[in-house]
């Protein structure tokens, strides 16, 4: 990528876009940028920073969450680590349809309080049925019912993402342990990326989130959990915050069924490869070409 500015990507994307449909893409965006600070419109892509310039950036954001939310926090930036790709499998006869999973990401990912926001949304679905577009992810009686399964629906971190390629600014792409991340200092707000994912996977920002300073999650890096701007898209990212240090994603570390499977695809003595090789597994919408890393299967 050559070195570009914010303000120069968004002159690619105009001259690349009619008039009419930039101005429409860009409408969430005018107000957000009207309490941009400088340094953050003319930052520099992720990939394009130095060291120094990174831990500057940080620590900006760290000052930054300080003054808005009155919390100090620590943004990190972990990197993937060598012979890691990951995968992430899912047994739908023991998920009971709780939500913990999607709480436990509300609060990890320090999502907006107002909007109860979670990159996790757990469809109830009648036996026999596998179009989660058919589910209903609204149910509100206790759980399980007879005659219901229920799938939980995430970012799947596509191989072959369709997000990544429609972003006009390269905002968006795949890191070598399969993770699809998102520089939101880059974001322009254009949220081609929610309409291209098949799976409704990625959430916008309309407003400036809302979390108690008491509520919020310190541990954070740049690229996963820290505090979303307003007018941005957002996605898991398998709490790369985490994951990538060795530890598991919040969502299966609070599942009450056991349920959820993470590991290394490239490890052949890891809990995820013995999953594959030994159940029946599926991905959603196969047709498509997207070559998930998510796995579902059912015991029986």
Same mark, same amino acid.
């Given at each position: 990528m050559p070195n570009q500015t914010r303000r120069r990507?968004?002159?690619?994307?105009?001259?690349?876009?009619?008039? &009419?449909?930039? &101005?429409?893409?860009?409408?969430?965006?005018? %107000?957000? %940028?009207?309490?941009?600070?400088?340094?953050?419109?003319?930052?520099?892509?992720?990939? %394009?920073?130095?060291?120094?310039e990174l831990q500057e950036v940080i620590a900006?954001? %760290?000052?930054?969450t300080l003054e808005k939310y009155g919390r100090d926090v620590q943004i990190r930036d972990v990197r993937p680590q060598e012979g890691v790709e990951f995968g992430y499998a899912l047994n739908l006869s023991l998920c009971i349809?709780?939500?913990?999973? &999607?709480?436990?990401?509300h609060h990890e990912n320090n999502h907006d309080r107002k909007t109860n926001n979670s990159y996790i949304r757990v469809f109830e679905m009648t036996q026999g049925s596998l179009d989660f577009e058919n589910g209903d992810p609204n149910y509100d009686h206790p759980v399980p019912q007879p005659g219901k399964f229920y799938l939980p629906v995430q970012c799947q971190q596509c191989d072959n993402a369709p997000c990544v390629r429609?972003?006009?600014?390269?905002?968006?792409?795949?890191?070598?342990d399969g993770v699809v991340v998102v520089d939101y200092n880059w974001c322009i707000g254009c949220r081609y990326c929610e309409a291209a994912c098949p799976y409704h996977a990625r959430r916008f920002n309309w407003s400036a989130p809302e979390v108690p300073a008491e509520e919020i999650n310190p541990d954070q890096a740049y690229l996963s959990n820290r505090i979303r701007p307003q007018g941005v898209v957002e996605k898991c990212t398998f709490c790369l915050h985490r994951t990538r240090e060795g530890r598991l994603p919040a969502c299966l570390e609070a599942c009450p069924t056991g349920a959820r499977v993470f590991g290394n695809l490239l490890d052949p003595d890891s809990e995820i490869r013995w999953v594959l090789a030994n159940k029946r597994i599926f991905v959603l919408k196969e047709e498509l070409g997207t070559r998930p890393r998510f796995f579902y299967f059912f015991d029986k």
């Open positions: 990507a968004l002159k690619v994307v105009g001259a690349t876009l009619g008039a &009419a449909a930039f &101005a429409k893409a860009m409408e969430p965006l005018s %107000e957000w %940028e009207e309490g941009m600070n400088v340094d953050a419109f003319l930052q520099k892509h992720y990939k %394009e920073l130095s060291d120094e900006r954001l %760290e000052q930054e349809g709780c939500r913990a999973c &999607a709480d436990a990401c429609v972003c006009p600014v390269q905002a968006t792409w795949k890191e070598r």
